[in-house]
């Protein structure tokens, strides 16, 4: 036989929900990070000059503590949702992990360059010229790419496509918004690699048009696993009729 009760043991549907109300926090955590660390780092990212100036380097320094933070949720929500993703397709669940855990990676690499810059600028403390200043710009393109390459395409592939997929397939939440992921994940990486080569600009609104069914699913996800938990007749099958 190859059903999920034949492969798996019976788990507690409670401590399912245990998980998945988890999962949900720390995917909601994810937006509570990384959305004060893109303000916070306004200084670094959008003057030219910083690296010469006075600076606002504790502000750019709570950033990239918030930015941290939110790798390590990141690599949290594949992690605790593995056990119950493995028993639809184990591959592909150990994909996702690896891509979120590329992607946190990818994302600590940009960490590493806004601090950086703010070293620099007080080792130089004001001086240093031009030099200076086009090293400070070459480290936020450091930065940019970083997003492009992590938070936009890897999260479009991982959260998107392979975790829209495991819990379409699964109807563990509703699949109308499974398919959210499923469709706007392929969509974020194709507007990220549009982006890469040149098409338009990585802040335009085009980019952030066809990034915005991927930001929906992904917050969605988090706000339904927290309040409501897996469905009712997917949690079932998970649990072989236990609990």
Known sequence: ?????????????????????IAGAWFILTFAFSIPAVFLYDPVLNDADYILGAGADTRVRLGALLEILTAVANIAT?????????????SIA??????????????VMGI????????LRQDLAGEG?????LIGRSLVA???????LGPAFCAGLGNGLLLGYLMYRSGLVPRRMALIGLVGGPIA?????AVLFGAYEQQSPVNFLFTAPEIVWELSLGIWLVTK???????????????
């Open 129 to 133: 010229g031009a030099d200076a200043a």
């Open 189 to 193: 990486c194709a507007t990220a690699t």
């Open 229 to 243: 938990g897996f469905r009712a007749g997917a949690l079932s099958a998970e649990t072989g009729g236990a609990g």
């Open 1 to 21: 036989m190859t059903t999920t009760e034949s492969r798996t043991p019976d788990i507690p549907g409670d401590a399912i929900q245990r998980t998945a109300r």
């Open 94 to 107: 150990l994909g996702y992990v690896g891509l979120r855990i590329v992607e946190s990676t990818i994302i």
């Open 112 to 119: 590493v360059s806004v601090l950086a810059i703010v070293a």
């Open 78 to 90: 594949a992690l605790v949702l593995f056990p119950v993703l493995k028993r639809q397709s184990e």
């Open 142 to 148: 450091v930065k940019d790419q970083t997003f492009l």
